[in-house]
């Protein structure tokens, strides 16, 4: 018998949580980042490689997998864990995000979303029911609800009407995703900036029940300080006995200020996509490895990183290889910049265990306030 999905709490450093989720799939350490594998690999690693870098799950992004190479095929071939190697936990999205980015291709109702590839132009259609089924084809562990995410900024009446039928469609997507104890299905709460409306939508999921809940609707181009006004009360809204989620988020100083506000899960696309554009993350820091002044730099990205970028190789040959266009760049940036963000995770890991959040933080702050930074 597969074990069931369960969250415990640990620890607490004030609003700072730490914990453990459990699966039947392995453990996952709170505070979490999740690197983004969204079409079944996190670019330019092996799954093995990002297993190095301390990664407990992955997230899997359910509008890709379903138009290329198909929830259905992937089923076939054994589920999406053994189809891309990797056997520990894995989250996927609803797809609702990225059918909102569809904006022009895209015709929303009642039922559901209709929308045009980006790949061929065929048409789709994206319900909870049809959300569920593609999630469920694909194995995950976690599965997200299918919402609506509006972008920001909007006005209040769009939120609204946004956050409701967000809310309709977790009913159904708990209804569809049935009775199974060793998979979860996360609620997403939405509302915007708005209090009151977060506050309704997160008790409306709570009164449909869910394994874990998530803080969407957020970094959608609102910006840094009205996503960490809203996180001020967001986190509050929802149980203290299980997870939650903050989706799409981000750089590393939006991750330590969510995790101060009582984050305990996070994903995005910015190490890897940063990796492959050059752009790297150091505890002192930003880099662009693409400058001049990196060309004769015998130094490592870090000198206190343990990831094998940092181990075997120069600025200036990771500055070679990025003007090269070689391969092997995006590899070695990448590689660093998920070992990083690991490695922040950590920290902030034993700095809640320890009750010294406070002072993690604030070391974190001046530290790469006195760093080696250049434009990006």
């Known amino acids: 018998m597969e074990k069931a999905f369960s969250f415990s709490l640990n620890a607490t450093s004030g609003s700072a949580r730490a ?3 459990s699966t039947s799939r392995g453990d996952i350490r709170t505070p979490a980042f999740m690197p ?3 079409a079944a690999t996190v670019k330019a690693m092996m799954p093995e490689s990002v297993r190095a870098t301390g990664a407990d799950i992955l997230l899997g992004n359910t509008y890709h997998l379903m138009l290329r190479p198909t929830a259905e095929r ?4 054994g589920g999406l864990h053994k189809f891309m190697n990797w056997e520990r936990p894995i989250l996927t999205d609803s797809g609702g995000f990225q059918v909102m980015s569809l904006a022009s291709l895209r015709k929303l109702t009642e ?5 045009k590839s980006h790949i061929d132009g065929s ?3 994206l319900s909870p029911e049809r959300s569920m089924e593609i999630q469920r084809l694909l194995g995950s562990d976690i599965v997200m609800c299918f919402d609506e995410c509006p972008a920001l900024p909007a006005d209040r009446s769009a939120i609204a009407k946004s956050m409701e039928l967000s809310m309709r469609w977790a009913k159904r997507s708990r209804d569809a995703f049935g009775d199974r104890p060793a998979h979860a299905l996360f609620g997403i709460q939405q509302g915007g900036l708005e209090e009151d409306l977060r506050k309704q939508s997160a008790e409306a999921l709570q009164d449909i029940g869910f394994e874990g809940y998530a803080v969407g609707g957020l970094a959608v181009g609102e910006g840094q300080e009205a996503m960490f006004s809203v996180l001020d009360f967001a986190p509050d809204q929802l149980p203290t006995d299980k997870p939650r989620y903050l989706m799409g988020v981000g750089k590393p100083d939006d991750i330590v200020g969510a995790v101060a506000r009582g984050i305990d899960m996070m994903d995005c696309v910015l190490p890897s996509r940063s990796g492959r554009t050059g752009q790297v993350f150091t505890r002192l820091g930003q880099l662009n490895i693409k400058n001049a002044r990196h060309q004769d730099d015998p130094r490592p990205l870090d000198e206190n990183c343990s990831c094998p970028t940092c181990q075997n190789y120069s600025r200036a040959y990771l500055h070679h290889v990025f003007r090269s266009q070689e391969i092997i760049s995006s590899m070695l940036l990448t590689w660093h910049n998920l070992h990083y963000y690991q490695d922040l995770m950590e920290g902030m890991r034993n700095a809640i ?3 010294t959040f406070a002072e993690f933080q604030s070391a974190f702050h001046s530290t790469r306030a006195q760093g080696d930074i250049d434009p990006i």
Do not use: P, R
């Open 19 to 21: 914990g453990v989720i």
């Open 36 to 38: 983004v594998g969204t």
């Open 74 to 77: 992937i089923a076939k071939l």
């Open 111 to 115: 039922e559901g979303v209709t929308f």
């Open 123 to 125: 048409k789709h259609m």
């Open 353 to 355: 265990a320890n009750n």
